[in-house]
């Protein structure tokens, strides 16, 4: 995540703790980036973990339940995408569908890999994806 | 859907009855876009007997299944866009971002309502990407 | 499948391309055999990329998605045998509650083996399925 | 299935009388008809309380939180029916199929009605498939 | 479990065999114990099968499903400790919150293992809560 | 929160970036209390959009879509407790027992009333929650 991308969601935690974003199609009204990001840094500590042990049930182990948590991150993912975005906001991320897009298919990629340089790559792109929730929330 | 969407489907299923397609991240390689079809026949089957009824009880029971069916709508759908359809694939459907987009909105306005109007508006659209689908298919 | 179980699918298909039949106790009154018959070509397709291959860690991971896939078709052909089989069907499919038995046991045997004739076993028996629903659909 | 697969899965169940129970396709060996019956007890708990209740928003709640339960009434059963009983249970429980069929709609019913008349329906059922494992378990 | 226990619980079963308990927060009124402890019987039974394997795919299926027996364990215990248990129980179970905490981070023991002693430890901590059950139940 | 919560929350934030925290039982070692408190703040939203319409599906839908956003603040509670909390921990939070009860106790409360006031109540719960992970992580 870019400097400039921290102090902006930091800017905003800062100056409006109390509001609140929607992510249940009532809609509440409630949406928050982190919730992807959280699974996502769990997928890469799950390559870590692969990556240190010797064991072999251990490593079973953090492949299924990576497995888990990355198809957690898509969902968070496409829920953002589908409902928090609107027609209005493309014109501040043209990039939005593509982002994405590529986002989601990344999460898609590190159920097939244990390097965590992809589960990095996972999680910088949930951090442009928060960057274009916090560039369009108003 | 247009009578050459469902020709080019028919032809399809006539011509390769034993060819499958993936949605599962193995990828297995089996993807098929009835699976959010007959959820969206659901959802729009809810609608209309939502109309057809006075019982309350049983118009309740129709809104919160039609929730559930209009989740695994997005959830299908979301699927295909992002695991099945590959970047070459743009050049064949350049609406490919937007109409899912759409798709999945509409299933999100869909849980909103009890018009079957945007039942029917959601099955369309359903078609529409079974025509996408075909048309990438090699 | 035999060819004339596919005709009659295929006909069926053909005259009534817009009906529906239903899978949610509202009910919706929308069933179609193609769900749990997607999830079993993801079990066969499964087995066939396990033996394909000779990275350990993919071959875990088709073992447990084909774990989930089974789950998928056992709850699909569950589905239709309560809520969609009247017992005004059994004079037409006499064999019903065999029928199910066996597919579902065969969707249970086929989580516990990677030979893809029980995957193709299981497609079978979802073919035959599939028939008797064509056979007594109204 | 073949005749030859018959015999070889016949001959591997008389070689390995190790019989399970398990309800979880490992299969673990536990099962236990415990399962279905405490969840078709909150189904009739749910009538009682929407028939005691003048409160609409309560009312709604109990109609879908039965919903839920009836719906792992049903799982619960087809679990055991197609997981823990054999085909030489039949001898001891004629009417096996028939039992489960109609306790498997019986739980559909009761989704539909807040009647607890068919919330009991649906217990004495769950306890008949008890004394059906009861009797069968070796 | 203690015979005394044992005894409670025996003679709660023979006094009361038609009361219900509750664990769906409508609240319908019905909670048992037994539903963890059946879970808790499958876990140590996949470490028993695990231990008694020699067939790499068998012992990986029967870690990932205990890993989610263990989740439907946690699951369970967390139910009765927030749903059924109430302020006044505290007098009659002075170690209530120690003893579900040590219930439930002895089934996340459960998964890191496959050592059947740890699934026993567990089955004991589950009869204990069905003791502390017994114990509170008017 | 108190005014020292959010400090001492803020300050971790901006200190420590990229430490991450866990909650998947392999353990992955991510845990982060944002997870309950999105779907509080979901909750509490439910109800004032429940008080705030006219329109009796709107007010049947937020309601069960309270529910399950409740479930969620349980679970991500639930889990917290038993996974990230160790008993070292308890020197720093002796409440910790009991903050944990009542937060998920609330959670149960909040489904059934449509009072915005218990919905804040839950919320306040949750940002004790997560000062006292503050107060604990290393």
């Known amino acids: ?10 800017a905003d935690r800062v100056a409006a703790p109390g509001t609140v974003h929607a992510h249940c199609d009532l809609p509440c009204g409630v949406y928050d980036p982190a919730q992807a990001r959280i699974e996502a840094q769990s997928v890469k500590a799950c390559m870590e973990k692969f990556q240190g042990s010797d064991d072999e049930v251990f490593k079973q182990r ?29 014109a501040k991320v043209p990039e939005l569908h593509d982002l ?38 108003s």
Not at 1 to 10: A, N, T, Y
Not at 62 to 89: C, G, M, N, Q
């Open 100 to 137: 994405f897009w590529r986002a989601t298919k990344k999460a898609g990629e590190a159920k097939k890999t244990n390097d965590p340089a992809v589960g990095q790559q996972l999680l910088d792109l949930c951090d442009r994806v928060a960057a274009a929730f916090a560039a369009t929330k």
């Open 62 to 90: 953090s492949v299924f339940i990576k497995e888990e948590r990355a198809d957690l991150v898509k969902h968070h993912l496409w829920v953002l995408w589908t409902d928090y975005f609107k027609p209005e906001h493309l």
């Open 1 to 10: 995540m870019s400097l400039l991308s921290r102090l902006l969601i930091l």
